[in-house]
T-cell receptor, first 111, second 114 residues
Framework: GQQVMQIPQYQHVQEGEDFTTYCNSSTTLSNIQWYKQRPGGHPVFLIQLVKSGEVKKQKRLTFQFGEAKKNSSLHITATQTTDVGTYFCAGSISSASKIIFGSGTRLSIRP | ETGVTQSPTHLIKTRGQQVTLRCSSQSGHNTVSWYQQALGQGPQFIFQYYREEENGRGNFPPRFSGLQFPNYSSELNVNALELDDSALYLC?????????????FGQGTRLTVV
């Protein structure tokens, strides 16, 4: 069936280091969204990418959507302790009227 | 806070029982989606409701059903509960139907089936 794989599962970095999480879909996506979930919290929307090859930036966060609309990445430059949490990608498949979340990448940071 | 409220926050049920979870969407939002999130996993899409009708469904059996009311609040009903149904159930509301709009999540209902 349709799947969205996300790697790595965990990432532990020193504060100030960069962080990247990758998302790969078995199916071409209509769009991809990224969410952040703090421990014990709920997912919070970060951004949506729609166009092939799209790149969007939010301060230290850079989001990319692949040319084939099957993969995406989130890169955080110079991590801070406030970046701690689990980052999920979520791909939409319009033809199937469903959205599929990746399994998430949990980011922890050493001060 | 997103303005999406869910009740109850925690619930314990026995295998075979039925459960109803409730969600009030953010003001002005006419679309509600429900998700199941097992521990350490990403949310799994159950279904979406737009103006009281189902508008997309994930791979969940028919014992997972839902309702949306004229005020756009929603219920998730699960019949014949199984142990594997233990999870965090999240409701998310959005301004438009479909799967390409920003979703605002509630805090969730933690369901434990024993």
């Amino acid at each position: 069936g349709q799947q969205v794989m996300q790697i790595p599962q965990y990432q532990h970095v020193q504060e100030g280091e960069d962080f990247t999480t990758y998302c790969n879909s078995s199916t071409t996506l209509s769009n991809i969204q990224w969410y952040k979930q703090r421990p014990g919290g709920h997912p919070v929307f970060l951004i949506q990418l729609v166009k092939s090859g799209e790149v969007k930036k939010q301060k230290r966060l850079t989001f990319q959507f692949g040319e084939a609309k099957k993969n995406s990445s989130l890169h955080i430059t110079a991590t801070q302790t406030t970046d701690v949490g689990t980052y999920f990608c979520a791909g939409s498949i319009s033809s199937a009227s469903k959205i599929i979340f990746g399994s998430g990448t949990r980011l922890s940071i050493r001060p | 806070e997103t303005g999406v409220t869910q009740s109850p926050t925690h619930l314990i049920k026995t295998r075979g029982q039925q459960v109803t979870l409730r969600c009030s969407s953010q003001s002005g939002h006419n679309t509600v989606s429900w998700y199941q999130q097992a521990l350490g996993q990403g949310p799994q899409f159950i279904f979406q409701y737009y103006r009281e009708e189902e508008n997309g469904r994930g791979n969940f059996p028919p014992r997972f059903s839902g309702l949306q009311f004229p005020n756009y609040s929603s219920e998730l009903n699960v019949n014949a509960l199984e142990l594997d149904d233990s999870a965090l159930y999240l409701c998310a509301s959005s301004l438009e139907r479909g799967l390409n709009t920003e979703a605002f999540f509630g805090q969730g209902t933690r369901l434990t089936v024993v």
